[in-house]
Nanobody, 121 residues
Framework: QVQLVESGGGLVQEGGSLRLSCAAS????????MGWHRQAPGKQRELVAR???????NYGDSVKGRFTISRDNAKNTVYLQMNSLKPEDTAVYYC???????????????WGQGTLVTVSS
């Protein structure tokens, strides 16, 4: 099994920055796309950012230009640099990864437990 552990959440003032990390561990065969989603109270989970194993990225419209996703394949870790934070960015942020398993090569979606980001105004 593969586990994802997020870190870096916390309380920050509006306009501030935070960096989230998510480290994968366990029986890793191959990690394909990795990314971050978030869920605010009373709202559906939404895509924040996603990055392929080759480094191609895509972002949710609400974070474009403010957040940057990156990954270190050697460390099986994905990062989310969040700048110019707004109160509406307050949410639980979840890391996820598409893990390619050994033959017969199924791809499973793995999720972390989530880390809370709170932006105060």
């Amino acid at each position: 099994q593969v586990q994802l552990v997020e870190s870096g959440g916390g309380l920050v003032q509006e306009g501030g920055s935070l960096r989230l990390s998510c480290a994968a561990s366990g029986n890793i065969f191959r990690l394909n796309a990795m990314g971050w989603h978030r869920q605010a109270p009373g709202k559906q989970r939404e895509l924040v950012a996603r990055i392929s194993s080759g480094g191609s990225t895509n972002y949710g419209d609400s974070v474009k230009g403010r957040f940057t996703i990156s990954r270190d394949n050697a460390k099986n870790t994905v990062y989310l640099q969040m700048n110019s934070l707004k109160p509406e960015d307050t949410a639980v942020y979840y890391c996820n990864a598409d893990h390619l398993e050994p033959p017969p090569y199924r791809t499973l979606a793995v999720w972390g437990q989530g880390t809370l980001v709170t932006v105060s105004s």
